[in-house]
């Protein structure tokens, strides 16, 4: 089958890798016009002047991006099929939706309130009570259009930082650490859910991914694969999504969501029998979904900014690097390095040793660590 992707990142990349196996074909469409994929022909077009040769080209049309105008998305679905559906991308580009469409199936979050101005926020801060976390209601990813209040006067300073905009005000949840699910759904709404990966983050950004998450109690893998069934169920989601979720002593709360393939999932790769790159292919392709079973325990490290000794990372018999062909810049996700294991002791040194190569990248601290 002949695959649009919207955007050309890393993860269209990666999608790509895992398709052409399959006998699947790319092309990319990209409206910014900075395509690092390197795997297809990339359409650039900053104003919709050659969607119709897109189109053309392709059968079918998926996204690894979710700041899309969902406009552009909903006129391409009328002609070719588009998976996940608009849908998913509406809600998920959306804080106030996505936590709408939570509270309606059930699912517990941080309770939150919209604010339009610093008035609004620093009345959000007092009833919800400090600290809160104020979020832009669109457009935020990797922690960036986001400020901690500790007390309600803070509101000024946040309101400088992230107004003028529409906000989502959170309260903030005192997790004991991040973990986020992964499934797959097919067009039957056959559905293939990972184990759950245990995130670590630094200045928002994620550094590393565990999973099987380690030392989750009984019930918590069951219970994230009932919110998501629901929400995949509800959306009649195609395609692979992520859901992120906070750990708390009483039980989880969901964070939010993306309709896509996640990087807390890239541990899948070499971690899991069948990658959440090839599901989503598979899944957008009327193909029978893979299994998701793990081949062992995995640990994701994150390359920011720096690529960091390579060669002493490739001599390690651990580890396997997936590189995105950026250039190297501060901040930048420029690939990832999936270490396996048979034991978390030995998982957590193969990281460790691992991440010395690395310039910059916080020391590796998790529940692993934490004993
Ligand atoms: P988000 O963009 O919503 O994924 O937020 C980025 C990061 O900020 C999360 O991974 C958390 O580390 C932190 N964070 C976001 N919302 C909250 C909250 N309500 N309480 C505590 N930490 C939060």
Not at 60 to 66: I, W
Not at 197 to 224: C, F, K, M, W
Not at 240 to 258: D, Q, Y
Request: charged share 25%.
């Amino acid at each position: 089958m002949r695959i649009g992707v919207l955007g050309a990142g890393q993860l269209g990349r990666m999608l790509a890798l895992s398709g052409y196996p399959l006998a699947n074909t790319f092309v990319f469409y990209d409206q910014s016009g900075t395509p690092s994929v390197g795997l297809g022909e990339v359409i650039i077009d900053r104003d919709e002047q050659y969607l119709d040769d897109f189109l053309k080209r392709v059968d079918r049309v998926t996204y690894e991006f979710e700041h899309l105008p969902v406009d552009v998305v909903e006129k391409i679905a009328a002609v070719k099929p588009v998976y996940p559906r608009p849908r998913a991308l509406k809600v998920c580009q959306n804080r106030q939706a996505e936590k709408t469409l939570f509270a309606d199936l059930g699912i517990p979050t941080a309770q939150w309130r919209m604010a339009e101005s610093e008035t609004e926020l620093q009345a959000a801060a007092e009833e919800l009570g400090c600290p809160v976390v104020a979020k832009t209601n669109t457009e935020g990813y990797d922690g960036k259009g986001q400020a901690v209040l500790r007390s309600p006067e803070e509101a000024a300073t946040a309101w400088a930082l992230i107004g003028p905009n529409r906000l989502m005000v959170e309260k903030f949840v005192a997790f004991r650490r991040e973990v986020s699910i992964i499934a797959a759904r097919g067009e039957d709404g056959e559905l293939a859910i990972y184990p759950m990966a245990e995130n670590v983050h630094d200045t928002g950004i994620l550094r590393y991914s565990i999973a099987p998450a380690p030392g989750l109690s009984p019930g918590v893998q069951e219970e994230a694969e009932r919110y998501m069934r629901m929400i995949m169920t509800e959306l009649d989601y195609v395609g692979v999504m992520a859901l992120e979720l906070f750990e708390t002593e009483s039980g989880l709360v969901a964070n939010e969501m993306a309709p896509r393939v996640h990087n807390s999932g890239h541990w899948t790769i070499e971690g899991a029998v069948t990658s959440q790159f090839e599901n989503h292919i598979r899944a957008i392709t009327g193909q029978p979904l893979g299994d998701v079973a793990p081949r062992g325990l995995s640990c994701m490290i994150n390359i920011i900014g720096e690529t960091g000794d390579l060669k002493r990372i490739l001599e390690l018999p651990y580890t396997h690097v997936h590189l995105y062909d950026k250039a190297e810049r501060p901040g930048r996700k420029l690939g990832h390095i999936n270490v396996l294991a048979d034991n978390y002791e030995e998982l957590k040194w193969r990281v460790r040793n691992c991440a010395e190569f690395l310039p910059g990248i916080p020391e590796f601290q998790s529940s692993l660590t934490r004993g």
